[in-house]
């Protein structure tokens, strides 16, 4: 069982749809209707908090349905919704009022709402707080959708007025548009070739993103606002966001699975399955993405699951190398994390044990969930992953769940298999033969407590 307190046997003890006790023996309750796996893992069910299911409004490109079977396939339990790519942006009470009706009766798995933070909206924010958002994304770029306005500091000063004391974070994708804008400018002033992974590269530079934490940095601690930076890829700014955690800043991170597993050299022109912003740098801040978490100063890991239509990804078999600067920027890798995690970290020698905290009790912190989701202990939801740490597969189409199947994980070769997954006390998932999707959606939003 993997427990707040490390790898160990254990009986876990289910009544109704919790938790009710965890045995550190082979000690089970008279009476109790046993389930045995043997020397499989046990984990808590996961929790991805970064997920764009993009329902209402853009179902063909993802949606409850899908999304969470996915989820499910991959042992977790528990999504967060991003505010953006489904129409309406969650940005008033009212689109999320769409987005609850949206996954009535479809959620294989829990979810709860980020809302979202832009430009003009700061009078929504404590509406769309009491209504239940579990905190509040903002881009301080463009976000790729013209619905979604990223925002200024001027924009943050308004916004951030309005969550002081809330204790709701204000999540933010962390890139400003000066160093991206020039190096844009200066590679089409030289001509580049924009199919080639080195150009789109070189656009979105770890300037952005440096100038864009430091600037979070001065706003959260002037409101004294937790900030959580999203998908951290660039490691130069790992001293940054030491320095504000010294001085006492809530300041929490996290970094994607795609930058913990791939590397820029690896990336093909044209492949661009691989875009995503900021984007997947090299080889060596890969390295210092890990030593970071190892470290404990990046807090979790989640997906950025971010997919569209194939289309729009440029990818047609018939034509030349697809352009960099004209595709959607999206990963999609929603249920992949525990196996490509752990592939990757039993080649570096770092414990299991880890995962508890990066895909469980740190996101469900974040979310305001903790006490509830994310941790194998007494009085939380009985959500449940059995784990093979040692099969070994590679990954194929049929392996993926989401709606559109074109994603850079494909033929990866992973070491560890999710078995079965439980929420709230009943299993969903089970992969045997084949794999199987148990009873219906009984999905619910988890409101922060
Ligand atoms: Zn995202």
Redesign the pocket.
Known sequence: MLAPEGLGPATIVVEGERIAEVRNSMDVPSGAALHDFGDLVLAPGLIDT?V?INEPGRTEWEGFATATRAAAAGGVTTLVD?PLNCIPETTEVKALGAKRAAANGQAWVDWAAWGGVVRGNADALQPLAKAGVAGFKCFLIHSGIDGFAWVDERDLYLAMEQLRGSGLPLLA?AEVAGPVDAATAKLKGNGADWRKYSTYLASRPDEAETEAIALLIRLGEKFNVPVHI??LSSARALPLIADARDRGLPITVETCTHYLWFAAEEIADGATEFKCAPPIRGAANREALWNALGEGLIDMVTT?H?PCPPEMKRRDPNHELPRWDQAWG?IAGLGLALPVLWTAMRRRGVCMDRLGDWLGAAPARLAGLAGRKGALAAGCDADLVVFDPDATWTVEASDLHFRHKLSPYLGAELQGRVLETWLRGERIFRHGDQCEFVGSPRGKEQVRA
């Open positions: 970064h764009h991003m994708h999203v998908h950025d971010s999206g």
